[in-house]
Structures are given as C-alpha cells and as structure tokens.
C-alpha cells in the first residue's frame, strides 16, 4: 500500500511530493500517539500480562494454540489423555509422557497416599503461580491424584551437560546463554520471593541434584520451575519464619542455618530447631549458578565477574544476604558489560 507512493518520491513528478510528505508525517504522529497510548496501556499493567500468550486464570495456552482453553477436567483427564512411558519419578509424583489431541503433554500420578498433602500444596501453588517462571499447567484431578502440564522434552536442569553436548546444541553451549540460564534461574527465586501469595521459600532443594530436578529446561533454553510442593510462607511482619521439612539436614548445600547449632551431643530434635527465611534461597545460588555456568570457553571469566555478589550470597548471617533481585540486577550488569567488551574487542580486530 505505502509502496507505490515511496516509489514515487524517487521519481520525476514532483507535485505528487507534498501529499506524499503530509501522509507520512500523518503516519508518523498516528504512530507516535499509539506509541505513547501502549506505554501507558503497558506501564499501567503488570509485568505477567506483558505476555502475549498469558490466560486468565483457569484457562491455558501451549504451543501453537491460537485460544486459551479451560483446564482439563477430571472426565477430560480420563477419556482424552493417554500415558506412553515413564519420563520421571520423585517423593510425591511419578511422570508420564502422555498423548492429549496429538500434543505430547506431562501427565503427574500422586506417587503414595501419604504424600497426597505435598501433592495438593504443589496443585494450589501451581494454579496460583502461572505465569512465564512457571511449568504451565493444562488440568488437575484432586479425586484421581493427577495434574496435567505442559510436557519439556528437554527434561530437567538435571540433564543439563547431557543436552548441551547434544550436537545439535553445541552451537548454543555459550557462556551469553548459560549466564542467560543463571539468570533465569535468580528470576524464579526473585518471582517465589516476591510471589502474588507473598514470600515463598523453595524448600525441597536440600542437595544441587535435588534443587536441579525442581527445574525443567524449555525447547527455547530457558528454565521454568515444575515441582511446588514444598513452598512455604515467610511474612516478616508477622514474624511467620520456615522450616524445611521435620529432619536434620546435613552439608555445605543448605544454609547454615538450616543446620542443627546445638552439636552433636544433642540430638536433633524438630521442636527445638528454630526456623529461617528466605535467605537460604539466596545461600543457594552460587551453586546453581556455577553448575549453570559450566565449563565453557568464557565460563571462568564470568565466574570472576560474579565473585563478590557470590561471596555477598555466602555471607554466614542472613540478613547480610543480599536480595534475590540484587543479584539478578548484578548478572544484568555483568552481562551487559562482558557483551561490551566481547564487541569493541570483536572492532578492534577488524
Ligand atoms: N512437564 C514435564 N516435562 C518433562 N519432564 C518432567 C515434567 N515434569 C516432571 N518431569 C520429570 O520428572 C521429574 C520429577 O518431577 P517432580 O520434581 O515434579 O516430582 P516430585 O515427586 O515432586 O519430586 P520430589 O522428590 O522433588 O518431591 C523431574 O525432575 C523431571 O525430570
Ligand atoms: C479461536 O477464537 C476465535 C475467536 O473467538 C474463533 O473464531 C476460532 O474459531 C477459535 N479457534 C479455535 C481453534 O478454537
Ligand atoms: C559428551 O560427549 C562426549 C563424546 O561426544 C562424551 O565422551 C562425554 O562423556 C559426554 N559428556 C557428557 C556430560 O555427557
Ligand atoms: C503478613 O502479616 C501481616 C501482619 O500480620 C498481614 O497484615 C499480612 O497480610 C501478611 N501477609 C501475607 C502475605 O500473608
Ligand atoms: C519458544 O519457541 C517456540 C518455537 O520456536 C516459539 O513459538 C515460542 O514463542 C517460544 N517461546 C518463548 C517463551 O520464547
Ligand atoms: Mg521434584
């Protein structure tokens, strides 16, 4: 449409020019006022609705679906969805690749009736936290024990060296996209800490495989979370700390805190342990960060760069921890600034 008279301007006739010009400089402020409406529209909103493929609650979207559909039912989940193979099997749920409308889907069967509690606070997390940080979910059945989410044929983070040595993806086995990965990693811990239910605490990652199995890897190498089930609530105000689950943890893993202070002389005693918050979360991300980071061409150089706010997440006290969004606001800075020097080094050579 805008072709013709574009083509024009080249042309001899000048008289056609003014008309020409007056439309583009219609266009040009049309454009600048749609501009200016969708910066308020996009401000005014919250971050979570920035995506385009969001559903309002109740409702899903994967892959190439054009429409958000209701969550699956019961009856649904039943008749419509059929299991194929065992992909994998935790505390509380076994997984199957399963088969819904000729989609590959991930279908969670409740592992044991005595973890049926971890397995109903894992569904309510997972209904209340949709969003781009976590796996999507397509149906439940509280009377079968069964939930429906989007299937990642990449598996978990635990899988992680084994996918990127994949041939195929030894092109995207960079540090630019596993720095990218730790952050989406702090991305998760950031979204669970300041979470439309409040402070939540990642709790079932007590040992970096157990943590790396939480965590799913997406076709487009970015990191949701899958597992819920052990979320709990920290509120400052009231004074409402954590703890994660009834046994004493062992190791350099978890957080010092989260450790029994009374010696080995006193035996562990779940009462007496005194609980934490979410800065264990924090303890944490040094671990996962590096393993992220791996062994690559430049992983060490970004290693060096993160150093500090790494030493700042392994501070003894808590408190002296900094926040999840501090650090992912140092990888941001760190990234941008290794970019910067990857490109006036990439000038200089030519
Ligand atoms: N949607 C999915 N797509 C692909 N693989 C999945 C999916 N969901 C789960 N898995 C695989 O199944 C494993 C176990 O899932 P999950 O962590 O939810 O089980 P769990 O019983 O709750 O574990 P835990 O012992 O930590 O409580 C995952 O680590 C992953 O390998
Ligand atoms: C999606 O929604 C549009 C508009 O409501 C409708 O016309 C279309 O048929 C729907 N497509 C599918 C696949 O349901
Ligand atoms: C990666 O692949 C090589 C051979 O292609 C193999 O020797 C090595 O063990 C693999 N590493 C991992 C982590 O799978
Ligand atoms: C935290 O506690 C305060 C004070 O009791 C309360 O007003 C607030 O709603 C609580 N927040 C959450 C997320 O539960
Ligand atoms: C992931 O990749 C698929 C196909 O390449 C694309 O359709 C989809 O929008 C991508 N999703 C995100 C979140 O980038
Ligand atoms: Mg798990």
Request: contains cysteine; negative net charge.
């Amino acid at each position: 449409m805008e072709k013709k008279p574009l083509d024009g301007r080249k042309g001899p006739p000048r008289r056609e020019v003014p008309p020409v010009v007056g439309l583009l400089l219609a266009m040009a402020l049309m454009n600048a006022l749609l501009y200016l409406c969708l910066d308020r529209l996009f401000i005014s909103t919250p971050r979570s609705s920035l995506d385009p493929r969001h559903c309002p609650y109740g409702y899903f979207r994967v892959g190439q679906m054009n429409n958000c559909s209701a969550w699956l039912s019961c009856e649904e989940l039943r008749t419509d969805v059929r299991p194929l193979k065992r992909v994998g099997e935790g505390a509380v749920k076994r997984v199957f690749l399963s088969e819904w409308k000729e989609r590959k889907v991930a279908l969670s069967r409740l592992t044991s009736l005595e973890m049926k509690e971890d397995f109903l606070h894992g569904l309510q997390m997972l209904k209340s936290l949709q969003g781009k940080h976590v796996v999507t979910l397509l149906g439940f059945c509280e009377e079968d024990n069964t939930i429906l989410t989007e299937y990642h044929p990449l598996g978990s983070l635990s899988n992680l060296e084994e996918t990127f040595n994949l041939s195929k993806y030894q092109n995207v086995n960079t540090w630019q996209q596993r720095l990218q990965l730790a952050m989406d990693y702090v991305g998760i811990i950031n979204y669970l800490h300041h979470s439309p239910l409040g402070t939540l605490v990642m709790c079932d990652s007590s040992d970096l495989p157990k943590t790396l199995s939480q965590y799913l890897l997406t076709s487009n190498f970015s990191i949701v979370v899958n597992d819920l089930d052990a979320l709990p609530l920290v509120n400052h105000s009231s004074g409402m700390f954590v703890k994660c689950g009834h046994r004493e943890l062992h190791g350099d893993f978890v957080a010092p805190e989260q450790l029994w202070p009374y010696g080995e002389d006193t035996p562990f005693h779940d009462d007496l342990m005194p609980s934490y918050d979410e800065k264990i979360d924090i303890w944490k991300i040094p671990d996962v960060s590096s393993f992220l980071l791996g062994h690559v061409e430049g992983s060490d150089m970004v290693r060096f760069h993160l150093f500090d706010i790494h030493k700042a997440c392994k501070s003894q006290s808590p408190a002296e921890r900094p926040t999840a969004q501090a650090v992912l606001d140092t990888y941001q800075k760190v990234l941008n600034a290794l970019r910067d020097t990857v490109v006036s080094q990439t000038r200089e050579m030519l």
